[in-house]
C-alpha cells in the first residue's frame, strides 16, 4: 500500500477504515478527514467503527456535530464541523471533553480550524478519483507516525 493510496469502492473504503481502527490499537488518535462532499469521509468512520467492533447504524453528525461512541472500552468521537461557521462556534462546543489522550476523535470538515484545534495524529486527505476514492495521509505525532506506518506497511506499533 502506497501513499496514496487509491478505493476502488465502498467495500474498499469500509475495509481501510477497519485497519485504521486496527492501526490505533486500543490508544487515543485524533485523525482529521478532509475531502468535498462525497470523498468518503462519514463511510471511512463507518469502516473505523466497525473494525472496533461496533455494529449499530453510524450517522453522519452533520446536524448533532458531534455523535459520541462509548463501547467495548472505547470512547470513540465523530465530529462533522462542516455547518461551523467560525472559530468562536467550536468554543461552545466544549471540545476539551472530546480531545482526550484516551479518546478517539474523528473529525470531518476542519480544514478550517486547524489553527484553533489540537493538533492531529493524521490527516487523511480524501478525494473522488476514477470510479473510486484517493486518499493521502498526513501524520503530524509521532503517535501518527506510527498508525501511518501500521497502515501504509503493516507493522506493528
Not at 463511510?43 to 466497525?50: E, H, I, K, S
Not at 480531545?99 to 493524521?122: K, M, N, S, T, Y
Not at 484517493?134 to 505525532?141: A, D
Request: net charge negative.
Amino acid at each position: 500500500m502506497k501513499n496514496p493510496i487509491y478505493l476502488p469502492n465502498e467495500p474498499a473504503t469500509l475495509a481501510l477504515g477497519q485497519t485504521l481502527a486496527q492501526a490505533c490499537d486500543n490508544q487515543g488518535a485524533w485523525i482529521y478527514l478532509s475531502g468535498e462532499l462525497g470523498a468518503g469521509k462519514t463511510t471511512l468512520v463507518r469502516g473505523f467503527l466497525q473494525g472496533l467492533g461496533y455494529h449499530e447504524r453510524v450517522k453522519s453528525p452533520s446536524y448533532t456535530l458531534i455523535e459520541p461512541y462509548e463501547f467495548n472500552h472505547h470512547f470513540v468521537y465523530h465530529l462533522d464541523l462542516y455547518r461551523i461557521a467560525q472559530s468562536a462556534e467550536l468554543s461552545q462546543l466544549g471540545l476539551e471533553e472530546y480531545f482526550r489522550q484516551d479518546a478517539i476523535c474523528l473529525v470531518e470538515w476542519p480544514d478550517h480550524f486547524l489553527d484553533v484545534l489540537p493538533v492531529p495524529d493524521l490527516i487523511l486527505y480524501l478525494r473522488q478519483h476514477n470510479a473510486g476514492r484517493q486518499i493521502k495521509f498526513e501524520s503530524k505525532t509521532p503517535r501518527g507516525d506510527a498508525i501511518m506506518e501500521y497502515l501504509l506497511n503493516g507493522k506493528n506499533k
